[in-house]
C-alpha cells in the first residue's frame, strides 16, 4: 500500500458527461501528480500541484482541470468526455524539497466512457 | 521528450537474467524504475541521480551513465514475481519534479 488514496476505483459513464476523480496524497506529502494511461500511449503526465499551487502541466486537455485543497487532497476534473478520454488515471505524491523526490502512486480510477 | 526503452518486450525463463535500457536525448538530473503489473500501480523500485550512481535492490539493480543519458535496469536470476511492464521516467531538473516516461518494457518470466 503506498499510502495514496483515489476514489472511485471504477467509473462508467457517457459521453459528454463531466466527472470528478479524487485523490488524497500520502500523509505528509505537499506535491501531487496526475497521469493518464492508456494502452497506446503509456503514463502521460498531465498537471502537478504542490501545496495548492499549479507547479507544472503537461498533455493536458483543455476540458481537464484540476486543483488541490488546503487539505492536500487533489481532484481531477474532466468534462465533456469523449470516447477517447477512457483510461487508467493516476495520483501520485511525493516529500517536497527532497531531492531524490519519489513519487508513490494510488491504486488508479478506471474511467470507462460508454 | 519521452525516453526511448528497449526492447520492448523479453521473454525469461525463471533464473535467467535480463536488462532493460533507457535512453533520454536530454540531460537528465534523475531516472526513476518502477515495475508495474497489469490493471494496477505501478510500483517504486530504484532512483538514480546523475553522477553515475548504481543502485541495488534485491536481485535488481541499475547504472546510470550521466555522459550517454542512459540507465540500465539489470535482473538477475529473476523470478515469477518480476513479470510485469518496466517503465523508466526521467527528471532533467528544475523546480517541477515532474517525471516523463518511457512506452514501457514488458517482461514475462516463465517457469
Known amino acids: 500500500d503506498s499510502g495514496v488514496t483515489q476514489t472511485p476505483k471504477h467509473l462508467i459513464t457517457a459521453t459528454g458527461q463531466r466527472v470528478t476523480l479524487r485523490c488524497s496524497p500520502r500523509?505528509?506529502?505537499?506535491?501531487v501528480y496526475w497521469y493518464q494511461q492508456s494502452l497506446d500511449q503509456g503514463l502521460q503526465f498531465l498537471i502537478q500541484y504542490y501545496n495548492g499551487e499549479e507547479r507544472a502541466k503537461g498533455n493536458i486537455l483543455e476540458r481537464f482541470s484540476a486543483q488541490q485543497f488546503p487539505d492536500l487532497h487533489s481532484e481531477l476534473n474532466l468534462s465533456s468526455l469523449e470516447l477517447g478520454d477512457s483510461a487508467l488515471y493516476f495520483c501520485?505524491?511525493?516529500?517536497?524539497?527532497?531531492?531524490?523526490?519519489?513519487?508513490?502512486f494510488g491504486a488508479g480510477t478506471r474511467l470507462s466512457v460508454l | 521528450q519521452q525516453p526511448v526503452q528497449s526492447p520492448q518486450a523479453v521473454i525469461l525463463r525463471e533464473g535467467e537474467d535480463a536488462v532493460i535500457n533507457c535512453s533520454s536525448s536530454k540531460a537528465l538530473y534523475s531516472v526513476h524504475w518502477y515495475r508495474q503489473k497489469h490493471g494496477e500501480a505501478p510500483v517504486f523500485l530504484m532512483i538514480l541521480l546523475k553522477g553515475g550512481e548504481q543502485k541495488g535492490h534485491e536481485k535488481i539493480s541499475a547504472s546510470f551513465n550521466e555522459k550517454k543519458q542512459q540507465s540500465s535496469l539489470y535482473l538477475t536470476a529473476s523470478q515469477l514475481s518480476y513479470s510485469g511492464t518496466y517503465f523508466c521516467g526521467t527528471r532533467s531538473g528544475g523546480s517541477n519534479y515532474k517525471l516523463t516516461f518511457g512506452k514501457g518494457t514488458l517482461l514475462t518470466v516463465n517457469p
Open positions: 500523509s505528509g506529502d505537499l506535491s
Open positions: 501520485a505524491s511525493s516529500a517536497s524539497g527532497v531531492a531524490k523526490n519519489i513519487q508513490y
